[in-house]
């Protein structure tokens, strides 16, 4: 079964740039959740969407933007990284936001 | 904010014992999971819990919702090798699909 796809698999950055990590949910999935997890941590919620339009929002610095688009894939745009930035960013996806969310395999951001 | 306390934070097994961990929190949740994570990879969803007192299995695990709705636990019966990893609960509020997760409990299975 399709799951849900990241990418990159891995990035490396270095202070002060951009990245933009990219997430396609299970198809038919309309619902995306993005994740960061920082080394020996638990995930930490971020922000989500639902048909498109943004339904949640965590501790997702200002620096970060996010967005849904038509095909249901999302992406994360981080400017102005800093090293505390260097985590596993997961992106998950879910049918009509049910709580039965599945999570692709993460993007590991390095900032160096 | 929500705090989700998992406990043990780590456990140290023979293969073929059976393990008990819990997820407790200072607020109701609505939905609990049970989710798994290998090194370097996401979560895998195990188990998803929706109703106060439910008990539900999957294969050799069994969870819990709380009939507090505080707190949830995950029992895993005769462990094999392949059950090392951390295992984290996530609490979800009514209406929010975001989920608040635990700090996990880091198995390691002895073979």
């Known amino acids: 079964a399709a799951g849900v796809i990241q990418s990159p698999r891995h990035l490396i950055k270095e202070k002060r740039e951009t990245a933009t990590l990219k997430c396609y949910p299970i198809?038919?999935?309309?619902?995306v959740y993005w994740y960061q997890q920082g080394p020996g941590q638990d995930p930490q919620f971020l922000i989500s969407?639902?048909?498109?339009?943004?339904?949640d929002k965590g501790s997702i610095p200002d620096r970060f933007s996010a967005q849904q688009f038509s095909d249901y894939h999302s992406e994360l745009n981080m400017s102005s990284l800093e090293l505390g930035d260097s985590a596993l960013y997961f992106c998950?996806?879910?049918?009509?936001?049910?709580?039965?969310?599945?999570f692709g395999q993460g993007t590991r951001l390095t900032v160096v | 904010g929500q705090q989700l306390n998992q406990s043990p934070q780590s456990m140290f097994i023979q293969e073929g014992e059976d393990v008990s961990m819990n997820c407790t929190s200072s607020?109701?949740?609505?939905?609990w999971l049970w989710y798994k994570q290998d090194p370097g990879e996401g979560p895998v969803l195990l188990i998803a819990?929706?109703?106060?007192?439910e008990l539900t299995s999957n294969g050799r695990l069994t969870a819990q919702f709380g009939i507090t709705r505080k707190d949830s636990f995950l029992n895993i019966s005769a462990s094999i090798p392949s059950d090392v990893g951390i295992y984290f609960c996530?609490?979800?509020?009514?209406?929010?699909?975001?989920?608040?997760f635990g700090d996990g409990t880091t198995l390691t299975v002895k073979p």
């Open positions: 998950a996806s879910s049918f009509y936001r049910a709580a039965e969310a599945f």
């Open positions: 198809p038919r999935h309309d619902t």
């Open positions: 969407f639902y048909e498109k339009m943004q339904s």
């Open positions: 607020s109701i949740f609505n939905t």
């Open positions: 819990l929706y109703k106060a007192g």
């Open positions: 996530a609490g979800q509020r009514a209406n929010a699909g975001k989920s608040t």
